[in-house]
């Protein structure tokens, strides 16, 4: 999967409420999210379409899912998707790695599209 399709996926948990956390996946690399109350990878589980992946992760979250979670207004969104670039900035600081400073680096880009979206509604 390439970085960009990651990005645009982890953007679209970030709109549809998900909180991105500070811990990687130990699989991808990339970081995991707290949505629905649990913590997921949202870029493993979308690999190439095939009917062996499709039917090995019924449960997972899928890209164009539709989110369960009650509406949240604007400014609540615009308000976690701005923490979550500030602790990915933070994490950025402390990390050693840069493949992953360029991972995290890319999400707060992909990030702050986001949060000019919803500034801009």
Excluded at 13 to 32: N, T
Excluded at 47 to 73: I, L, N, R, W
Excluded at 88 to 97: A, G, M, S, V
């Amino acid at each position: 999967m390439t970085a960009e399709k990651a990005d645009e996926i982890m953007a679209e948990y970030l709109l549809k409420g998900g909180k991105m956390l500070s811990k990687s996946c130990k699989k991808c690399g990339f970081p995991l999210f707290e949505y629905k109350g649990e913590t997921i990878c949202v870029v493993c589980p979308i690999e190439p379409e095939t009917a062996e992946s499709a039917s090995a992760a019924p449960d997972m979250p899928v890209k164009h899912a539709a989110p369960a979670a009650p509406q949240v207004s604007h400014d609540s969104l615009s308000g976690a998707v701005e923490q979550t670039l500030i602790a990915l900035c933070d994490r950025i600081r402390n990390e050693p790695r840069p493949d992953e400073c360029l991972c995290l680096m890319q999400a707060v880009k992909t990030g702050a599209e986001a949060l000019a979206i919803l500034r801009h509604r």
